[in-house]
């Protein structure tokens, strides 16, 4: 017997670009919308019945209209806003997910209106709602860091396939992927500043970074998810994906050199992955928060 599993469907990647023009001072928020739903879909895979079916067109222009009407300010609002209009107003529909990256723009100059695409990190955000509860996950993606020192890699497992010598002193860099899952109040309901937030647990995971003496990267992962949860207490549990960029010293010997910590060749494949998750004791259920 054959029964139709789990499933969603929806827009991904809507761009949509928001300009808020206050005289002479504009603002904008670029964003990439991704929305997916799920509920009385059976028929529609057995039997190609749409009668359940908004259309994926319909979602991509429900992102760019609500972003006119009204405006968009934390993405996590604008998720929320999004999630509950699509389970609200369909009655097929009883769950939805929309996912946001947000890329970051800075002034160009004195001008109010002239931007530079900012070097920074993406901002992203998941929210789930099914008509009575809601998830939020905040997060951020490729935030570079690096320490030149206060970094040691040694009294690690050796078999018959071990080259790696140990170090005492070592370049620790990586690019930060993050989330962090908020608590909520059960029914979907949050009293939080996002924007703050969202600086201040980005704040603490730099802050645990640059002062931890690492013996290793999952000693660091620990100290990052740990520093989130004590400076964010609306934050239940963090997820950090850290890339080890390996910075090996370039062997300046066959031209006389000596290199003392201060050459180094940034390798970007292979790499190391580290990943781990820092909850509190009493974090409640995730229901379908990290999917």
């Known amino acids: 017997m054959v029964i139709l599993g789990p499933n969603r469907y ?4 809507t761009r949509v ?8 001072a504009h603002h904008i928020k670029d964003l990439n919308v991704s929305t997916a739903l799920s509920g009385d879909m059976t028929e529609v895979h057995l039997s190609g019945d749409n009668s359940a079916v908004l259309p994926t067109d319909s979602q991509k222009n429900t ?20 999630a509950r209009h699509f389970v609200d107003s369909q009655p097929t529909v009883h769950h ?4 946001i990256e947000e890329y970051a723009w800075e002034r160009n100059g004195a001008s109010g209106h002239s931007f530079v695409r900012s070097g920074r990190e993406t901002r992203t955000c998941v929210a789930h709602y099914d008509g009575s509860h809601a998830w939020v996950v905040s997060g951020l993606r490729d935030l570079v860091v690096l320490n030149t020192t206060d970094s040691e890699f040694w009294g690690f497992v050796k078999d018959e396939y071990t080259t790696l010598p140990e170090t005492r002193d070592r370049v620790l860099a990586t690019a930060v ?3 962090w899952r908020h608590t909520g109040d059960g029914a979907g309901e949050w009293d939080c500043e996002w924007d703050k937030e969202y600086d201040t647990a980005r704040q603490a995971m730099l802050a645990a970074f640059a002062g931890t ?12 998810g740990s520093r989130v949860l004590a400076e964010c207490p609306g934050v239940c549990e963090v997820r950090l994906s850290l890339p080890n960029r390996h910075h090996f010293l370039v062997d300046l010997s066959p ?8 050459v180094f060749f940034a390798a970007d494949r292979p ?7 820092v909850l509190r004791e009493d974090a409640p259920d995730a229901g379908p928060a990290w999917e």
Not at 63 to 82: M, P, T
Not at 96 to 99: E, G, I, K, S
């Open 10 to 13: 929806g827009k991904a990647e």
């Open 96 to 99: 939805a997910r929309v996912a």
């Open 255 to 262: 031209f006389g050199l000596a290199n003392d910590g201060e």
């Open 271 to 277: 790499y190391g992955l580290i990943e781990g998750a």
């Open 213 to 224: 003496y690492s013996l290793s990267l999952q000693q660091t992962l620990y100290a990052m």
């Open 63 to 82: 992102v760019n209209a609500f972003a006119k009407r009204h405006g968009v300010g934390a993405i996590e609002d604008f998720a929320l806003l999004l």
């Open 17 to 24: 670009v928001r300009v808020t023009r206050h005289g002479d």
């Open 177 to 179: 992927n993050a989330s």
